[in-house]
């Protein structure tokens, strides 16, 4: 029987004494290695993994437009199959996939909606083609009349705004994940990876632990 091909995993480590204590200035470490290879098209790119009340599971990937010591923002449409799920369950987890460097970080957590203000100035900061593409689309609903429909949607809603500022939609608006736990993943040889959990520490501050791979 012929082996598995198989890629090896040799281009870095993480070891505990090399770690910083701080999950978020260790993501920003990581976030900054990736942008600087030039190897990512897209270094905020995520997959937002949720569960529907009878605990399907559903994932997709967004966009992490914020990360700070409160959290990981992303910006969606409230009527999305997303926001649904996290109305019911607002347990989720981030997956970054940075396979460039060997590298993963999964990011779990409470989700909970942000303020219309925040929403409101990064909606301004947006494309305007993504603006009305915001109110023209009910993001995961069923489009009966396929693309077509869509796009005579969009050019109802150009036609509404002409050349004035497209506000912001009510049902569109920002989430930030709070999280509980962070694991960084790098690979190694023989796919014996190193694997950090950061779990809060009952005095305050970060434990970190090893897992098997």
Request: charge should be neutral.
């Amino acid at each position: 029987m012929k082996d598995v091909d198989r890629r090896e995993y040799a281009r870095d480590t993480l070891t505990e004494s090399a770690a910083d204590p701080d999950p978020f200035r260790q993501f920003a470490s990581w976030l900054q290695d990736l942008t600087r290879s030039g190897k990512s098209r897209e270094p905020d790119a995520a997959v937002l993994i949720t569960a529907s009340p009878t605990a399907a599971p559903s994932g997709r990937v967004v966009l992490i437009r914020e990360v700070g010591p409160q959290g990981f923002v992303f910006y969606t449409d409230y009527r999305s199959r997303k926001a649904a799920d996290l109305a019911d369950n607002p347990q989720a987890c981030l997956l970054y996939t940075w396979l460039e460097l060997e590298r993963q970080v999964r990011v779990q957590g409470r989700v909970g909606r942000l303020p219309r203000g925040p929403a409101e100035e990064y909606f301004r900061r947006r494309p305007r083609g993504s603006q009305l593409g915001a109110w023209a689309s009910e993001q995961s609903a069923v489009l009966p009349g396929g693309r077509p429909e869509l796009e005579r949607r969009l050019e109802e809603v150009a036609a509404k705004f002409g050349d004035d500022p497209v506000p912001l939609p009510p049902h569109w608006g920002g989430f930030r994940l709070e999280p509980e736990e962070f694991e960084f993943w790098q690979g190694r040889e023989s796919r014996l990876h190193d694997r950090l959990r950061y779990r809060p520490a009952a005095a305050g501050g970060w434990t970190i632990e090893r897992l098997s791979p």
